[in-house]
């Protein structure tokens, strides 16, 4: 029960991401979906739920441990939390694996697309099962029986693992009662069947069916009474003591070694596993019940994403989609001589994925090659394994040029792949930077220097989203290419701030976290809340990921009371009432989830009819606030403002095909409207693509 009768005023975290996740799984619903998009929503809500609990579950149980009694601004004890969580956790992955075994796979069948169950199988296809498994998995398994000299194993974390229920004696004199069988991560947990094997063009066998099906083979003469798909899901996140720590990149390896078995969280069963067997894993990892998820498909359902990737059905997916060019880019190339002069000619925005991310790859290509450049300054956040973009800083140094790269190696479950970089930017003669220890680089910026007319002229990037091509084409995200004189100065003092030592350093445009961010969006706030109260017209808007840092939902409370007008679109968690009379009722917050994933940070305020526009790499938390190295880039140039305007919220605030309204409960509903549908994402792929 809630502490009081009186509702508190921000929303549980938690709650609001499973809330979240739901929207998602509404595309997956939706049978208007093209059907392999259904799967990869699927896939999709099945990945965030497994972050979730590695690093949202677990920190609500170290709450529990470390302080059970004290009462959070959403009105809940961890415990209650805690409660209310597995709760809506449950429900969700009920909802999941009926969506997926009852709907999604059967529409999949008559298309011609299966995943063939044992119980199914031909002859002839349990044959080529059998030889496939002899072949190809036999050799890889490690069945461990359970005795004295055989303990329980070490299990990685979202490892496939079975458990096996068995009788009479082995060649030893053992009496078999429970293996463990462990699926080697090199294994392909799907596999194509030859189409005349399977009878249709599209059909496909997982390894958890084949282990099922002939895991007798590996205990000769015991009777196998069951074999039982589970998972263990652990504590993901890396604890690095700042306080102790001389090399960064050195105790980040060392504890990342370690990330795969920490403290486990949750317990994935297969549906039909006895209860003996489910409390003896359990037991194993101090799990509960409540911790325990019965699961009629697969244990892993995010590994259904590889059979979106490999059937090729364009039928079955959103129609291909070419991001526009826009000019001058569209035939510049990464030709410095154009290139540069039409950066400095006037500011350029490009919006993706409706427009193409090349043209940040060709500034970059082009400062690799053009000799009249001699650096090139980058933050590194996410960028992928294989990144030309990083390929390009790795040449760039190797041809002698100053290369200074800040790469963040606490950015979450991309740490090896940037400690990966980092070694290979440091062989190649850059000078690599690891930036503050604990505060992240998230700031998304890149800069050049170039000698002309004989003096120094810098170029730069800045983004609402990572360096990283692949993402590029499926996050929405501003990015500014800019000649700005004060903007590029800043643009230096942030890069020597965090490759060097020194007091803090005065900004003339450029708003950055820790320092200046926050107390800029509180006075932005409260300007407009004084407009209002002044008879002036106020208007605020913002878009976000996540909405959760109190002090700025408060001061957003007081501008509503103020009378301001408060349109927020925030994708995923919000811990903001909306609507709530004499809290709220002039603040509007909507949710979108379509094609693709609303990821740009966009701030306005009217400012007296200034008009006041920021793109940013920050959400409204308090990490992004006070614990991250973020900017706030405000867009200067008229046309360009009236484009962030409009494509940020205009054409948001139309959408009545995948907005979603928060109530002031915390629930969401689907806008509707009696109006032509109007599709943001559809309508930006029309006026912006090629």
């Not at 979906?33 to 699927?42: C, G, I, K, M, S």
């Not at 075994?101 to 999949?108: E, G, T």
């Not at 066998?205 to 039982?228: D, H, K, N, Q």
């Amino acid at each position: 029960m809630l502490p009081s009768s009186v509702d508190p005023v921000l929303l549980n975290r938690e709650l609001s991401l499973l809330k979240f996740n739901e929207r998602v799984m509404a595309m997956a619903e939706n049978p208007d979906t093209p059907l392999l998009e259904r799967l990869r929503y699927l896939c999709i809500v099945g990945s965030n739920l497994d972050e979730f609990f590695e690093i949202r579950i677990s920190s609500l149980k170290e709450q529990q441990h470390q302080s059970p009694a004290q009462v959070g601004p959403d009105g809940f004890t961890p415990d209650e939390a805690f409660e209310r969580v597995q709760l809506a956790m449950h429900a969700l992955v009920d909802r999941q694996n009926q969506l997926l075994m009852d709907h999604v796979m059967p529409a999949l069948r008559e298309e011609g697309i299966a995943v063939l169950r044992p119980s199914s199988w031909t002859q002839e296809q349990r044959d080529w099962a059998y030889e496939v498994f002899l072949r190809d998995v036999m050799p890889m398994l490690t069945p461990i029986g359970l005795d004295p000299a055989h303990p329980f194993p070490r299990v990685y974390n979202k490892s496939l693992n079975f458990i096996v229920s068995l009788s009479g004696k082995d060649a030893f004199g053992r009496r078999g009662t429970i293996a463990i069988v462990q699926a080697p991560r090199a294994l392909p947990r799907i596999m194509k069947v030859p189409a005349e094997v399977a009878g249709l063009d599209e059909g496909y066998i997982m390894l958890t069916a084949l282990i099922s099906a002939f895991v007798g083979e590996l205990f000769p003469g015991l009777e196998v009474r069951g074999c039982y798909q589970w998972r263990v899901t652990r504590n993901s996140d890396l604890y690095v003591d700042e306080e102790e720590i001389t090399n960064l990149r050195q105790a980040l390896q060392g504890e990342l070694s370690q990330r795969n078995f920490g403290a486990a969280v949750r317990l994935e069963i297969d549906h039909s596993m006895p209860e003996d067997l489910e409390s003896f894993l359990q037991r194993e990892f101090n799990l509960e019940e409540r911790d325990t998820y019965r699961v009629t498909g697969p244990v892993n359902l995010a590994r259904l994403m590889q059979l979106c990737n490999m059937v090729q059905r364009h039928d079955l997916q959103f129609p291909e989609y070419r991001p526009g060019i826009p000019a001058p880019f569209d035939h510049a190339d990464d030709n410095p001589d154009e290139l540069f002069p039409a950066i400095a000619a006037k500011d350029r925005l490009l919006h993706h994925p409706y427009q193409s991310f090349e043209p940040v790859l060709n500034f970059l290509r082009a400062a690799a090659r053009d000799p009249l450049v001699v650096a090139i300054k980058q933050t590194i956040y996410r960028t992928g394994e294989d990144s030309e973009l990083m390929r390009l800083l790795v040449a760039a140094a190797k041809a002698g040029k100053e290369v200074t790269v800040i790469v963040e190696l606490m950015a979450r479950f991309d740490e090896q792949t940037n400690i990966n970089w980092a070694a290979k930017l440091e062989e190649a003669g850059a000078h690599v930077s690891y930036g503050v220890v604990a505060f992240k680089t998230h700031a998304k910026m890149a800069l050049v220097l170039r000698r002309e007319n004989g003096g120094m002229k810098r170029y730069g990037h800045l983004g609402t989203g990572n360096y990283h091509p692949r993402t590029a084409r499926l996050y929405t995200d501003f990015g500014l290419l800019t000649a700005n004189p004060d903007i590029c100065e800043d643009m230096d003092k942030v890069f020597s701030q965090l490759t060097g030592l020194g007091a803090r350093r005065s900004l003339k445009l450029l708003l950055q976290s820790p320092f200046s961010l926050h107390d800029t969006m509180l006075e932005r706030i409260q300007a407009e809340a004084d407009n209002a109260r002044a008879g002036k017209k106020a208007r605020i808007m913002a878009k976000m990921n996540s909405l959760l840092e109190p002090r700025v939902i408060q001061a957003l409370y007081d501008a509503s009371n103020a009378g301001v007008r408060i349109d927020l679109i925030v994708r995923g968690a919000c811990a903001l009432r909306a609507g709530v009379p004499g809290l709220s009722e002039n603040i509007q917050v909507r949710s979108l989830v379509g094609r693709f994933l609303e990821h740009s940070r966009v701030f306005y305020f009217h400012g007296g009819g200034a008009e006041h526009v920021y793109i940013s790499s920050a959400d409204w938390m308090d990490r992004n606030f006070f614990r991250r190295v973020e900017l706030g880039v405000p867009i200067l140039d008229r046309s360009l403002k009236r484009r962030v305007i409009s494509e940020a919220f205009t054409y948001a605030l139309r959408d009545n095909q995948l907005a979603w309204k928060a109530l002031p409960n915390g629930q969401y509903a689907r806008v509707k409207s009696r109006r032509e549908p109007f599709s943001l994402h559809a309508h930006l792929m029309r006026q912006l693509g090629a």
